[in-house]
């Protein structure tokens, strides 16, 4: 891929590879840090008079690219419990449900929107840890997040806390189309009790995800 001269903001012979996408998200804590650091000193090197000399890497990086979560407000947790009757929202169960889940995981996404949080109980969010869901909880999840659309809008802005539904389906799409055909593990509730198992996605599970109901 080249920059074309004329205009900066194109880029010509442009060339795909099959499996890359798939291949670069497997290997992301190693390639991830690397391609950072090499953005903070192209960032550096292009903004000498706006960048200090002795300006510490760590502010620039942290501007750059923000990593720590947002602590989950009070009001919010208590608004998900609420809106979900107390219950887990993968499994079911009214016992200690104190954990906020990011359905599309925080580690892939940095997505705190509030359509990407569920309240769960941490046997569940042990065990969904940072895979994608099994089709059957994403059409679950799609329809919460139709049914109750106008009670997350206003629980984020009483909260806060962003909301934004059409990224957050965006993210849960492009996570689940990296492996459509092929089989992955993921988390999935079986007889009420939480489990990892392998599936294979297919495109009609992929485009529940793209299409507000």
Same mark, same amino acid.
């Given at each position: =891929?080249?920059?074309?001269?004329?205009? *900066?903001?194109?880029?010509? @012979?442009?060339?795909?590879?099959?499996?890359?996408?798939?291949?670069?998200?497997?290997?992301? &804590? !190693?390639?991830?840090? /690397?391609?950072?650091?090499?953005?903070?000193?192209? /960032?550096?090197?292009?903004?000498?008079?706006?960048?200090?000399?002795? @300006?510490?890497?760590?502010?620039? %990086?942290?501007?750059?690219? #923000?990593?720590?979560?947002? #602590? !989950? #407000?009070?009001?919010?947790?208590?608004?998900?419990?609420?809106?979900?009757?107390?219950?887990?929202?993968?499994?079911?169960?009214?016992?200690?449900? %104190?954990?906020? @889940?990011?359905?599309?995981?925080?580690?892939?996404?940095?997505? %705190?929107?509030? #359509?990407?949080? /569920?309240?769960?109980?941490?046997?569940?969010?042990?065990?969904?840890?940072?895979?994608?869901? &099994?089709?059957?909880?994403?059409?679950?999840?799609?329809?919460?997040?139709?049914?109750?659309?106008?009670?997350?809008?206003?629980?984020?802005? &009483?909260?806060?806390?962003?909301?934004?539904? *059409?990224?957050?389906?965006?993210?849960?799409?492009?996570? =689940?189309?990296?492996? =459509?055909?092929? %089989?992955?593990?993921?988390?999935?509730?079986?007889?009420?009790?939480?489990?990892?198992?392998?599936?294979?996605?297919? &495109?009609?599970? !992929?485009?529940? =995800?793209?299409?507000?109901?």
């Amino acid at each position: =891929m080249t920059r074309d001269n004329g205009d *900066p903001g194109k880029w010509t @012979d442009v060339v795909t590879v099959s499996g890359a996408a798939s291949a670069l998200t497997r290997l992301s &804590a !190693i390639t991830k840090p /690397v391609v950072e650091l090499r953005w903070r000193d192209e /960032v550096r090197k292009r903004n000498p008079f706006i960048l200090e000399k002795n @300006d510490p890497d760590s502010r620039l %990086e942290t501007f750059l690219f #923000p990593h720590s979560r947002r #602590p !989950i #407000p009070t009001k919010l947790r208590n608004g998900l419990g609420h809106l979900q009757s107390g219950r887990c929202f993968w499994c079911n169960t009214t016992e200690q449900v %104190e954990v906020v @889940d990011h359905v599309v995981p925080w580690s892939r996404s940095h997505n %705190e929107s509030v #359509p990407n949080l /569920v309240l769960t109980d941490a046997r569940c969010n042990n065990t969904k840890s940072d895979l994608a869901i &099994a089709p059957r909880l994403a059409r679950r999840w799609l329809q919460h997040l139709h049914q109750n659309r106008d009670q997350l809008e206003r629980l984020a802005e &009483a909260s806060n806390t962003p909301s934004d539904e *059409p990224l957050t389906r965006a993210w849960a799409s492009s996570a =689940m189309e990296l492996t =459509m055909g092929s %089989e992955t593990l993921a988390f999935d509730v079986t007889n009420s009790k939480p489990t990892q198992r392998n599936v294979t996605l297919g &495109a009609f599970d !992929i485009n529940w =995800m793209k299409y507000p109901a």
